[in-house]
Structure formats: C-alpha cells, structure tokens
C-alpha cells in the first residue's frame, strides 16, 4: 500500500503555519483518503445550492456539519443536522446551522457546510492514536459507548504496527466476543477493522506532528469499516527527535562497566561507617581480581591499596568510576574522568534530581555527553556482576553466582532483591541500581545481558521508562534469547492527563504500560515477591513444547486448587486421550480419579508417585507437570522429594526434560523437601498451591511470546 | 408492604395442577400485580375487536403478543409485533401473528392475543431470581444486553433480602456508572429498581414452587421502573424442605465433642504405622486429661490404657468416639455408639461417597439420624482442639495454643494448615477435618466457634457448601463478633447448567459463591497461602476505627508499590491535612516527601523512624499505619525492629492501639526482625509489599462487614 503522504504534508504544513491545533472535517477526510482510512462520501458546500447538488452525488438521507476553524463542538454549537432527507430539509438545514453557528460565536469564520453520507449500522467501535510520553505514538482500539467510557475496555499498542498485531487489538478487548457476533448477530470483518488500525498507526508514525487522532465512531459490519467522525489535533512547537546510541555502541561501553580491568573509587576511605570505604572493602573482599585504585588527595594508601590524588594520576587504562562523594563535587571529578577517557562512571551519591536539585542533574548529563561517559545513576547502592567478582556497591559481597540478572530503580527494592538472592540462594549474574537514570536506564542494560553467556533471565523493577519505544525495541529482540520480568511500579497511580482527544483522554499510565509491556514480549509480575519468584524460578524450568499441563495429585483437595490456579495463570489443562487415561489408570487406585487433575489418593506409596510421574515425563504429549504432595506416614515428604527427583532426573538422562513444578502440603518438613526439589530444578513450594503454578504459568507467557511453542494454541 | 399471595398461589397452583412449568404472560402480570411489580398496562384479547378496545384504554403504540401455553418462544414463532400504532395495523396485526403461531404449531392451544402498553427509553436492566443448589432462592440484577451476556456483568444475592441490600445490588455490577447517569444522561431512579428487586425477591421465597423468575427486560429510568417482559419458571415435583437443627442443638452437642470428658477410640491398636495406634498416641502425648478408651475385641490394654471389646463396655458416659476402622464395620459401630448414647462420631476411614461409595454413605448418614449421634467426617484427618489439649488424629500433636480456628474439606489442606501453623508459630484454638461432610458441616462449626471464647478467628477451607443458606446464617451472626476466612475452592469450574431462564443460565457457581459469601460478611481469601497469612495475621491486628490509611517508608521505591498494593486492597490513602503535613515535615529532610507516602528518605536515624511512626499512632485522624523499612547502615534491620516494636507498645500502654504493618527490603536481617515485629503484633514481611497489605486489607473488609468502622467511607 503507498500513501499520498505529499497531501498530508501539505495539509498539516498548512494548518501548523496558521498555528491551528485542530484540523477541519474536510482536512481531517483528506488525510484519511490519503491513507486509505474509509470515511462517508462528503463534500463541502458553500451555498445551499451546492449542499443540494452534493447531496444528490452522495445520496439521500445525508447529515449537514457546519465547517468552521473557530468551532470545534459542532454539535454544541447546533451546527450539526443527522438524517437529512428531503430537498427542502437540505436547503432549510443549511440556513440554520450557519445562523446557529454564527449565534453560538459571532467572530467564527465559517467556510461552509459539510454534506455528508449518513452512516450507521454494526457495531460503533473507536480507532485512535495519541502521543504517551513514555511510548510516543501508540494507537488504541475500544468498543464505542458504556464498553470504552465506562469500563475502560480499550488496548493499546505502539504504532506503527502489522497486520497481526492490530488484528490481536481487535482481538484483545474484554468485550471481543461482541464483534465476533455474540447474540446471533453477524461478526464484523476483523481484517477490514485491523487495516483501519494498521494505516492509522503508520499515518501517525510517518507524521510524528499528528499529536491526537479520534475515529470515533468507526461503523463495522461484516460488509466493512467507515469512519463517521474524524478528529486531528497537531502539536504546534516543533517535534523533538529522540536521543538514540546504536547497539554496537551501547554494548561496547557496558561490555567495559560490566567487565572492567581497572576500576577507581572516587572517594574511597579508610574509615569504616564511610560510602568510599564499604565500596573499597566490598571490591577487595568480594574478590574482584583487576586493579583498584583509591582516589583520595589526603592518602596514600588505603586498604592496602595505592591511592591517588586524582583520576588523571592514576598510571594506565581506568574502565569504571566509581563516585563515593557528597553531589556538589561531582561534576568536577567527572570532567576529570573525561580527561582520563573512563567510559564509564557509577554515580553512587544522591542529591540530584530526587531531592529537586534537577539543575545539578542537567549539569551531569551535559558533561557526560559532552565527554563520553556513561552513567550509571546518580543516587543508586552501586552494581554487582558476579562473573567478574565484582562487587561495586555500598552493600555487602554478593556471591552465589548464576544465571538471573536484576535491576531496580529503587534501593529499597535493591536491597530486597539482595537480601530475597542470599535467603533463597538464588544463583545471581549481576544486580544493578539505576536510580535516577540520569543516562543508562533498562534498555542499556538488557542490550548488555541480551548476548551475555552469564546471564539466562532478566528481572527489572521500575517506576517508569525514559524512554518506552527503546525499551520495547531492545526487549523484542532479547526476549527470542531469553525472558525478560518487569515489575512495574506505580500501576494505580493513574495520570490524569489533559488531552483533546478520547483516545488521549482514555491513555490512562497502566493500561498503556501493559498493554505494551505485553506487546514487548516481557512477563509483568504482579507484585515485588512474585518478580522475585519468578527470577529463581523461571530460568530452572525447562521450556515447554506445548501447551498441554497435567496435574498429578496425592490430594484430591490440591488438584482442586491447583486447577483454579492454572486458570487464573492462563494454562491449559490437557483432555486426557483414553489410552492415556487407560495408562494412568494403571497406577492409580480404582476409586482415585484418572482425567486431569489425575488424583492417585492420599494412601499411596512412593511407588505409585514414581510410576505416574514417569509416565507423565514420558508421554510425548504432556508438556508440563504439576505436582501436588500430600504428607502421609506410607509416603513422607523427603521420600516424595527423593522419588521424583531421581524420576525426574532419569528422564532428563534421557533427554526428557519437561518443566515440573510441585506443591507440598504437610508439616514442616515438607519445607526441606521443597527446597531440595528446588535444587534439583524442579520448583516446588510448601503451604502454597498458588506459587508453583504462577512460576510455570511466567514460563508459559515468555515462551508463547517468544514463539517457542511448537504447538501453540 | 402488604401483597396478595392468595392470587399467586392460586394462578401457581393452577399450572402446577395442569403439569405446567411455565405460566403465560397474563399470568405472569398477574403475580407481578400480586406483589407490585410493575409491569406495562395490558390485557388479553380474543378478538381483533377486543384488542381495538384495549389498546384504546391503554394508549397507542401498543405491543401485541400471542398468548399460548404451548408457544414459549413468542418471537421465533412470529407471535409479537410492536409499535404497533393505529387500528388498522391492530386488526390485521392480530390475524397474522394468529396464524403465524397456527404455522408454527399447528396444535397448540391459542388463548388469545395480549395488548401491551408499549414501554422504552431508560436503561435495560434484568431482575430475575433462581433456584441455586446450595444457597437456594438467590435473586440477580444486571445491566441487559453486552455487559450481562458478554461480559457477564451481573450480581446475585440471597432472597429474600431488605432494601439496603437491594440498593447494594444496583451498585454492585462493574457498570454502576452507567446507571448513575455516564456520559450526562439522567441518572436511574436506584430506589424504585431496588424495590423491585426486593419485591423480587419476597415472591420467590413466599412461593418456593418458582424455580426460575425474569424480568428481561426491565426499563429503568429517572422516573421509575417497568419490567416488559416476565417470564416464571415452576418446578413441578415437590418442593423439598431443608433439615434444620436448632443453633442451641448444635451448640450442645459441638460443645462436646470439642470438650469431652471421655473419648473412645474404636479400632485402637499397638501396632505403630496403624491409624488407630497414632490417634491413641496423639491423644496421650497430646496431653488430653479427660478418660482415653481404645476400643478393640482383640487386646486387653493398648498403651497403658484398659481396652475394652466394644464401646457398649466402657463404663460411664462417652463424649466422642473416634473411629479407625475400615469403613465397612463402620455401620455395626455406629449402631454400638447409639446404644450407648454416645453424642459425636469422628469418623477418620475413607471409602464412603469420595471412593463412589454413596450407598455406604448414606447408610451412615442414616444411622446418625435414627441414634442421635453428629458425625463429623467421615474421610478425615480428624480434629484439634488444644484448649482442651486433644489431637484426636492420625497425624502429629500441635501445641502453639492461640486464637485461630481452622477446618480443610480436604486431607491434604489440613496438612497444609498444621505444617504452616507449626512453621510459623501461629497461635490455633482448632483444626477440624471436614472431609464428605456427611453431617457436620462448616455451619455446624461456626455455631460452636462463634460463643467459644478460645476462638477469635475462623479460617475455613472449603470446596461446597452442603446448606448454603445455614451457612451465611451462622456467618453473618458470627461476623459480628469475630472474623470468618473462607477459601472457596473450585473457584475456576464453572458449572455449566442447564437453565430455561437468563437468570439461571447466567449462575455460574463462582459468580453466586462470590457475591453471597460478601453477603455473609466473609473475608474470601484468593488462594492457600492468602487464607493462611490471613488466619495469622488478621487477628493479631487491631480493629481499625476508620478509612484513613498512611504509609510511612524510608524507602520511596516500597512507597509506590505500597501504594500500588493499597489501591489494589481497597484501602484509601488519607488525604493528610495541612497541619498534620506540617507536622511530619519537622522530622524529616527537606527533600523527603510528607503527603502520602510519607518518604521519609533512605538515610535516616532510628529516630527518624520513631518520631514519625509515633506521630502516626498519636493523631487520632489516622487509623492504620503500614512501614515500609530499607536497610541502611544508619538503622539495621533489628533497630528499625526495636524502635518501632517500642514505640507501638508505648502507644498501647497510652490505650492506642492502631493496626500496624510493615514490608522490610533489607538484606537477610529482616527475616529476623520481620519475625520479631509480628511476635509484638505488628504484622511484617520481608520481600514483600503486597502481603502486609493484604493482611490489613482482611482487616478492614472483616470490620466493614462487621459494621465497626466508626467513619465508614
């Protein structure tokens, strides 16, 4: 499809140079001809000869608008006519909107009356597009009425799109099934509604002036898709470009904070209670191996470390600075940086834009584009890379090492994140405080963990996004890799937000977030312990190959609850084939029940654990299991957790290796067996029928997302 | 409100003596007469001459509709015309939808044509009521069309109800907004829809013999209400009474069996590994110091204990006998407790209705009735009560004594409960199985629970209700005095069910579950560890006094997900007035942020945290605080723990006791410091924002249902 984009240029050219907001009906239809989006045959008239001699082109009943710069409530201005029929209707109609207009506002320039063809029928549906000002142009998709006002349901997706993705906005809706035709009625022609969608968002991408944009309401049928209203509204300042540092180059530079020779502290002490000496001491005992050098002009030695006056004194390459001063000096220790050409500066101290001194932060960022340096931060508890021993951060040594890379932007959360890692050992590749994000924020750093061997899941916990369009750009192609969980913070603080448009008016924050969150490819967690659940649990299960889950449970009371947690996660309960069924029944008393959940009964012994579980590793059409434990004298919790590792274990030998979860009910040492099944990748909870299956259930979402499925639902 | 039940049971009786389930539209006028339920003025015509006179009385346009028993779906059979709006289209109308109805079934019985006020414009809402297996008479009201089809945006409630109730029914649906007038429109006159909806609601239970009732759909408006359509769905067997037994009956015989002075146990034995050997040691290692008598043919003494050969044999009275026999002695045993006039049965054996064995079930069921005795079980774990230090259960004693009250449907549940009380230390009255609930059910429970002074939380694990009704009777009786927790399980199995009505259709058991257990005044809890956390938690807090709810945290990251959690619970966070603003910002930084959150920022003293948290309990405008603590060097976790543990109990000794809850982002320490916060009743987590929230909100759902908020919102 090729769009007249020279006719959109000139109309908006036209309009902003009059310094107009708001585009008139008839400029509005033009843009939407130019691009392909289907609005009534209309025309404009300037006499009520003319309104005839158009109406009778279009044909009758038509609907007269008064058309005038000055008036942009039409309707409140009486300046809008519906159903007009008759050859006399059109001639009285005319004259009396152009009175009521010129009643309503007296200066008003009107240029005449827009004769256009009466739509309706199908279902009333809105199509817009606004600008966030974390994601930009995204475009949205409701159903007109109580639907969209009332109940929110409108979604969201970055612009521009393809054609399957504004067809998942048609799909994505909480009232999709009405235009599938719920009721008996006739479906809408999703394809047709989804090209409506797909033009909107390259018109609005392609015109980045385009600040607001309504179709409200978009008339659909199974016959196909008109716009009756359209609705422009332009930004008049000039339109800021985004800031943006090629991949090659955002990788060379973290490659060298993550992996540094030769790290200096500015600050350094030795003086314990000081940031400049918890920072010296974790480096050494966190044993990092390359060099470190104090900065401090009143020493010259500290921890047994040399120190130097200066950055500039220090003899050969410096990768990372590390900031342990007061704010005030930090500006003149990293021009120093520059003249040293240190890539890379972790601003620990705090003291800029969260405590209102945004000048002092504005400074920073200017310097450190001016001369070259990253930034990490300001005020952030440092960073932790494990594979390097790297320990910089006021905290304390981090070192059961892993796979699971963290950040926050948040030190509070930092520190839960640490302290969640140690309790649960969880094996950790880096922690990362981003505090202000000053410079480098979350997609610098999934850009790095994105081709970093060490790192097999990212887990990010954020207030807002600098910058949504790279964040959802890096995310997409990492999430092919690897999975990517974002706690989103601030979801019910919603924005009110000034804007001219529905569209605008109905972009409250969260809806926008998660939808595109979604749209990114990343698993949301819903709150701080279940990021932190997912990020150990998640990158230990094997990814499953369809969407076929099966419970196998020693509690009938389990298998109940586990079946409502795997509705609420989104899976799928296998319909177990008869020979599949005849199989387990095999195991199984004859009153347990087979189906699924496949319930064994509480009186069983390890045997009967062994043998379904095996049969559920070792049919190739279970994808995934879920396991719920029932503490009894014949099969005590450690016998349970020793049965179905080695189980587990024997299938992997033999190149089995399926997800599987499990909940254990019993006492307390049903808290040793979790963990050692957890040890052993197989992630299992006590007390808990809800946690297993929300980790599986985040396994699903990124593989779906990421593709993996082979048979995808 | 007096109404006419003599015509309604004489037009019910009449159907149902013609084998009818469904009355006619006149009828249905009828009973809608009968009971002020305002439905259009109308009449039946047998000719075209009649209806010409009718429709003159009642104003043209009217709606004509054919009027056959044996024609339930008038429209499919071309049977209504509407608008219809001069005599001759009423004459003609009514041959043709004659014939039409003639064509469609040539054998049915015509008895005329009714003549209809036409009725529109408003809102289309439905009021209907159903027959629900559990909760019996339930009434429904929902917005018509989308919302209740589509998305299913409808609320139940018990019937008959009160018109404050019905009130809570019009703004209980998802679209409330609509009717309070959305988008500039009139709003509803919500007082006459809820007196309709009462009215509703009073027939139903007046005429148990209505199963299923319509009024779809009912046209609302600023200026009243008219329900345009009814439709009254009979049952045509008997109509069933429920076995009720009065509270004062229960309460006697739940008082002995949780306070026996003797306990038999039937099968005990020596042998360990046996059912009957673990409930006798339980029984003696527990403590219990009431008479222990193993009942058993074969041995003379079993642990120390004179064994008799039936129960008939033990001397004096017997309070509970605790049976560990296979379920097919079962019968004969129970016919030995009768003679010997033993009040309650604690049947342990499975092998009743849960292993398809329903005939056996109600072979014991029967027994129970005919001799007296209250069964609890059978399939169960048995119980706990520890004020009276009896563990009469196959599993392992517990000893924490404390106020928590708790009962598992389920086996495995009940293991679940003891494993995460003993972990955690919670302080239980009871753990009851449930099991088949063959008698004994939650109802049952609650009665006893409810005047025992041990028990000052209830927390019931369950998968039905055997009397839903008996049920929310105890709770809301109960909720008065203490909290009940209900974790519903099979949340997520919607039963399809057959229905000839929208209401019924519309009865998914979740949605009726949902809405009757607010009506009770439970907490419901999401899922195994929410019912457990809050089991624990709940009691522990005070009862707040009213909505006004402040976070204080030293970590501005925990402050917004916080108050994520606040919104996601209901809570409100106070609009903090300017003096008290004023008063917060004396203690902290000028860069902390007072309103609410108050950030008291990350470096801050202990005393920081105690002026703050002190003014926080000592202004009486504030009724609940939650912390949010981040570790610092400044103030470790154990200090933040000491201060605000003494700070609380300085405030109590002062006689203010406000509910407390904290989140700890810390590194390991805060486990320890979260554990000694909750020993001093100050509800903490660590990792967690979401789940002191959620203990708090339990609090405040309980106290709302309970009516002792003293500023309710």
């Not at 038509?62 to 809008?80: N, Q, R």
Request: hydrophobic content about 45%; overall charge negative; proline content about 6%.
């Amino acid at each position: 499809m090729t769009y007249d984009a020279e006719t959109v240029r000139e109309i908006l050219g036209k309009a902003r140079a009059e310094g107009r907001e708001a585009l008139t009906a008839p400029e509005g239809k033009r843009v939407c001809d130019a691009y392909s989006i289907p609005t009534p045959g209309e025309g404009l008239a300037t006499t009520a000869d003319e309104a005839l001699v158009l109406a009778e082109e279009i044909g009758l009943p038509v609907v007269l608008k008064i058309v005038s710069p000055d008036i942009l409530h039409k309707t409140e201005a009486g300046g809008v006519l519906v159903g007009v029929s008759s050859v006399e209707d059109i001639r009285s109609g005319f004259d009396t909107i152009v009175a009521n207009a010129k009643k309503y506002n007296s200066d008003a320039v009107i240029n005449g009356v827009q004769v256009q063809q009466m739509v309706g029928g199908g279902y009333e549906v809105i199509i817009g597009a606004t600008t966030d000002p974390t994601f930009g142009k995204v475009v949205a998709f409701g159903l007109g009425g109580v639907l969209v006002e009332v109940l929110k349901d409108i979604t969201f997706r970055l612009a521009p799109l393809d054609q399957a993705e504004a067809l998942s906005m048609v799909d994505g809706i909480a009232a999709a099934e009405v235009l599938k035709g719920a009721r008996g009625a006739e479906p809408v022609d999703a394809d047709v509604l989804a090209n409506v969608i797909r033009r909107v968002s390259e018109l609005v991408s392609d015109f980045p002036e385009i600040a607001e944009f309504d179709l409200n309401p978009v008339f659909a049928s199974a016959s196909g898709a008109v716009a009756a209203d359209v609705r422009i509204i332009l930004s008049t300042g000039p339109v800021q470009e985004r800031r943006r540092i090629a991949p090659d180059e955002i990788l060379r530079v973290m490659t060298r904070l993550m992996n540094p020779k030769s790290v200096a502290v500015i600050g350094a002490s030795a003086e314990t209670g000081k940031i400049g000496n918890s920072v010296m001491k974790n480096l050494i005992n966190g044993g990092f191996a390359g060099e470190i050098h104090p900065i401090n002009p009143k020493a010259d030695e500290i921890l047994g470390k040399k120190a130097y006056p200066s950055i500039t004194a220090v003899p050969g390459d410096v990768d990372v600075a590390v900031f342990a001063i007061p704010a005030k000096f930090v500006p003149a220790a990293l021009e120093e940086c520059g003249d040293k050409n240190v890539p890379a500066a972790v601003l620990i101290p705090s003291g800029f834009g969260e405590t209102g001194n945004h000048e002092l932060q504005e400074r920073i960022v200017e310097i450190g584009q001016r001369r070259g340096i990253r930034m990490l931060g300001p005020n952030i508890y440092g960073y932790y890379y494990t594979p390097q021993n790297l320990c910089a951060t006021f905290c304390t040594p981090y070192d059961v090492k892993g796979g699971v890379a963290l950040s926050s932007q948040s030190g509070g959360i930092g520190m839960a994140i640490l302290g969640f890692a140690r309790s649960t050992k969880m094996g950790v590749s880096a922690i990362v405080g981003l505090g202000n994000k000053a410079d480098v924020d979350e997609d610098d750093l999934i850009t790095y963990f994105e081709q970093d061997d060490n790192t097999n899941v990212v887990a990010m916990h954020l207030e807002d996004l600098k910058d949504g369009r790279a964040f959802v750009e890096a995310a997409q192609r990492t999430i092919r890799k690897k999975p990517i969980i974002v706690l989103k913070a601030g979801r019910t603080a919603m924005g009110a937000r000034a804007a001219s448009s529905h569209t605008g008016a109905l972009a409250g924050d969260d809806k926008v977030y998660d939808d595109i969150l979604k749209q990114a490819g990343v698993i949301r967690a819903p709150g701080l312990n279940d990021m932190l659940e997912y990020a150990r649990g998640v990158p230990l299960l094997p990814t499953p190959q369809g969407e076929n889950v099966v419970i196998i449970t020693g509690a009938g009371g389990s298998g109940v609850l586990l079946s409502d947690a795997v509705v609420t996660e989104g899976l799928s309960l296998m319909d177990i084939p008869p020979d599949l069924d005849e199989a387990f029944r095999k195991f199984i008393p004859p009153f347990g029940a087979a189906g699924n959940p496949i319930d064994i009964t509480g009186g069983e012994p390890p045997s009967t654990y062994e043998a379904t579980i095996r049969l559920g590793l070792e049919d190739p059409r279970i994808h995934a299991l879920i396991l719920g434990y029932w503490h009894t004298i014949v099969t005590p919790p450690m016998v349970f957790a020793e049965v179905t590792a080695r189980v587990v274990a024997a299938a992997r030998a033999k190149g089995i290796d399926k997800p599987v979860v499990a909940s254990l009910a019993g006492d307390v040492e049903v808290e040793r067996a979790s963990e050692y099944l957890y040890e052993r990748r197989i992630v299992a909870y006590p007390y808990t029928t809800e946690k297993p299956v929300a980790v599986l259930g985040a396994k699903y979402r990124w593989a779906r997302a990421a593709g993996l499925l082979k048979l995808p639902r």
